[in-house]
């Protein structure tokens, strides 16, 4: 998939830190199990839900409660 193939909300700085989109669809927040927002600007999953943003390091998302930020 090209960066072509992808919306803004997927374009970000540094290689490294891109998701794949085809990954959002699928995560969803641990706690409430509801969909989650990319916001490339801070490199986190959102979600609106539990007031949380999950960080991305490398990648990876990382989905546990403890890591999170509250919103």
């Known amino acids: ?3 072509q193939d992808c ?6 700085r540094d290689e490294k830190s891109r998701i794949d989109p085809r990954m ?5 927040c641990p706690l409430t199990k509801t969909t989650l927002k990319y916001d490339a600007d801070r ?3 959102i979600s609106s839900a539990a ?4 960080p991305i390091r490398d990648g990876i998302p990382i989905m546990l409660a ?5 919103l």
């Open 43 to 45: 490199n986190e999953l």
């Open 7 to 12: 919306g803004p909300e997927y374009e970000m």
């Open 66 to 70: 403890d890591e999170a930020r509250s």
């Open 51 to 54: 007031k949380l943003a999950y």
């Open 24 to 28: 959002l669809e699928l995560l969803v």
């Open 1 to 3: 998939m090209s960066d």
